[in-house]
Nanobody, 125 residues
Framework: QVQLVESGGGTVQAGGSLRLSCAAS????????VGWFRQAPGKEREFVAA????????LYADSGKGRFTVSRDNAKITVYLEMNSLKAEDTAVYYC??????????????????WGQGTQVTVSS
């Protein structure tokens, strides 16, 4: 059972930056594709970004293209989400998720079977 712990959330002014981390408990995590999702109050969970197990292929939702960067450090069994030029509409709880099928990443939640507890990101305008 892989446990995921997100950190790095907080409150930042519009235009600012945050780096979220997703630390895993088991090295098998390095073989998994990882996705980031977010959920704002009253809204459905939505895809943000994903990275393959090797770290050489990434996918972004249109909302984050050019502003967000997903990366991974397999030595630290951690995946990161760097967020720049933050906007008020980025305010949400951010979750990382891992897909243990050891296949390509997905931009929808169903294939991901391990989830973190979430970290709150609040962007003030």
């Amino acid at each position: 059972q892989v446990q995921l712990v997100e950190s790095g959330g907080g409150t930042v002014q519009a235009g600012g930056s945050l780096r979220l981390s997703c630390a895993a408990s088991e090295r098998v995590f390095n073989a998994y594709a990882v996705g980031w999702f977010r959920q704002a109050p009253g809204k459905e969970r939505e895809f943000v970004a994903a990275i393959n197990w090797l770290g050489d292929s990434t996918l972004y939702a249109d909302s984050g293209k050019g502003r967000f960067t997903v990366s991974r450090d397999n030595a630290k069994i951690t995946v990161y989400l760097e967020m720049n030029s933050l906007k008020a509409e980025d305010t949400a709880v951010y979750y990382c998720a891992a897909d243990s099928r050891m296949g390509p990443y997905s931009d929808y939640a169903a294939p991901y079977d391990y989830w973190g507890q979430g970290t709150q990101v609040t962007v003030s305008s």
